[in-house]
């Protein structure tokens, strides 16, 4: 991995102990802490994180801020946010990290959010100079995607959109997320080909589609492992060898240098 190679898509849970999961959580994950995440990089050569707040802590977003403070600067973070969250709030994440705001559109995790909530959120966000991140399943793309087009605001869907390899490259659902990423508010995340692979590991079925990504807008992805991996079903993926892919998703050192260091670092604020 480059310098200052970036994991744009990760995850710390409790200690639940510590920090509490969500009374109203869909699923209780084994507890991932800081100290897990910090050798896990160590390992892989990563130097840098962006925390993505999970539906199992909800609004509670103490675990990923007390992540990012001991870091040293080298962590951002992705925070969940309601209506509720004050002026004073906002800018306690912000000046804790936080750059985005995170809503969840997936099925199994809750659905479609209160558009109200998305829409007032929107406006809290945008004089922060923060992002979306919309996860969702690839057959709400075309819809979501209608959304996304209304709001003035950067953008990044999570997991290359979900879509199932088996579908192949001319599938709807990922010729609408190739037609959106000609937005320049659109970024997507090159993450999760555990997710999209239908033939399980090494996930080589998933390449096509993360490299049509990477193709499509070179300045606008992101790579992440999406450790500890939660929800991930049967293909339970060695983080190593999501590494060992990044090589078949951008061939081209100047693509990899992009999709590791200058993207993450022109979008989350890193020198």
């Not at 707040?53 to 001991?70: E, V, Y």
């Not at 973070?77 to 004073?88: K, L, P, R």
Request: charge should be negative; hydrophobic fraction near 40%; aromatic fraction near 8%.
């Amino acid at each position: 991995m480059p310098r200052h190679a970036c994991d744009a898509h990760c995850h710390v849970f409790g200690p639940g102990a510590t920090f509490p999961y969500a009374p109203d959580r869909t699923y209780t994950p084994p507890d991932a802490p800081k100290q897990s995440l910090s050798a896990l990089q160590s390992v892989l050569n990563i130097e840098r994180a962006v925390i993505v707040q999970a539906s199992c802590h909800g609004t509670d977003n103490r675990a990923m801020l007390d992540a990012i403070k001991t870091s040293g600067g080298r962590y951002r973070g992705v925070a969940i946010v309601d209506a509720s969250f004050t002026e004073t709030d906002y800018a306690a994440l912000h000046d804790g990290g936080i750059r985005g705001a995170r809503f969840n559109f997936v099925e199994h995790l809750g659905g479609r959010p209160d558009m109200r909530v998305f829409h007032h959120v929107v406006q809290r966000i945008r004089p922060l100079g923060w992002h979306l991140v919309v996860h969702l399943d690839a057959g709400d793309i075309p819809e979501v995607a209608t959304l996304l087009r209304s709001v003035s605001l950067p953008f990044v869907i999570d997991h290359m959109g979900r879509v199932k390899a088996d579908g192949g490259l001319t599938q709807w659902p990922f010729r609408a997320l190739l037609d959106l990423m000609k937005l320049d508010t659109c970024w997507v995340k090159v993450s999760g080909a555990e997710r999209v692979s239908t033939a399980g590991p090494p996930f080589l079925d998933a390449v096509p589609f993360a490299r049509a990504i990477v193709d499509a807008a070179p300045d606008r992805v992101l790579w992440g492992t999406d450790w500890p991996h939660p929800n991930v079903g049967r293909f339970m993926p060695n983080d190593g060898d999501l590494v060992d892919l990044v090589s078949e998703i951008a061939p081209d050192e100047v693509q990899r240098e992009k999709l590791l260091v200058q993207n993450p670092a022109n979008l989350y604020g890193w020198a």
